[in-house]
């Protein structure tokens, strides 16, 4: 009727190492991130090689629109699935905020219908 003590207990410690887990992999830097120093490190730890210098994309993934969330994006980082991974010991938490602060602030590209040139030529018959 009751959930044997060994089960319980069993479920408690799967409890608390999922969140002991979580609380070590999900950074909580103590300000906002930096735009300005996060392109710093986009250039010094060689982002921009396979993401392009506007995130554009290249060899790696398009990162702008970046629709990652600060937390998902650290995530991403510290344990990829392809590209290399940034640990704690290479990028801190703070130059992780950074660097997602730097990616939300490059801009997208220009949609067809806004670039003049592009309108001219697909109107034209
Ligand atoms: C050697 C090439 C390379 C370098 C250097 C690199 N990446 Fe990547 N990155 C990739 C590739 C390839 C993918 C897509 C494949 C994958 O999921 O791993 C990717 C995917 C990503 C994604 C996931 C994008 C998505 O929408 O799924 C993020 C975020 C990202 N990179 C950020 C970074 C940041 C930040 C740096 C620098 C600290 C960096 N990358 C450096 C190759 C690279």
Same mark, same amino acid.
């Given at each position: 009727?009751?959930?044997? +003590?060994?089960?319980?207990?069993? *479920?408690?410690?799967? %409890? $608390?190492? #999922?969140?002991? %887990?979580?609380?070590?992999? #999900? ?6 991130? /930096?735009?300005?120093?996060? /392109?710093? #490190? ?10 392009? !210098? =506007? &995130?554009? &994309?290249? @060899?790696? *993934?398009?990162? #702008?629109?970046?629709?990652?969330? %600060?937390?998902? +994006?650290?995530? !991403? ?20 905020? =950074? ?6 602030? $490059?801009?997208?590209? *220009? @949609? ?14």
């Amino acid at each position: 009727m009751s959930i044997p +003590f060994s089960r319980a207990g069993t *479920a408690a410690a799967v %409890l $608390l190492s #999922v969140a002991g %887990l979580s609380a070590q992999s #999900v950074p909580a830097p103590a300000q906002a991130g /930096k735009p300005e120093a996060g /392109k710093d #490190v986009y250039l010094r730890y060689s982002c921009y090689a396979c993401h392009g !210098y =506007d &995130g554009h &994309g290249g @060899a790696g *993934a398009r990162l #702008v629109p970046m629709r990652m969330n %600060l937390p998902g +994006f650290a995530a !991403y980082v510290r344990n990829p699935r392809q590209m290399p991974p940034y640990t704690a010991q290479v990028l801190a938490d703070t130059q992780l905020a =950074d660097l997602w602060a730097y990616i939300k602030s $490059l801009p997208e590209s *220009a @949609a067809a219908r806004d670039i003049p040139l592009l309108t001219k030529i697909m109107s034209e018959k």
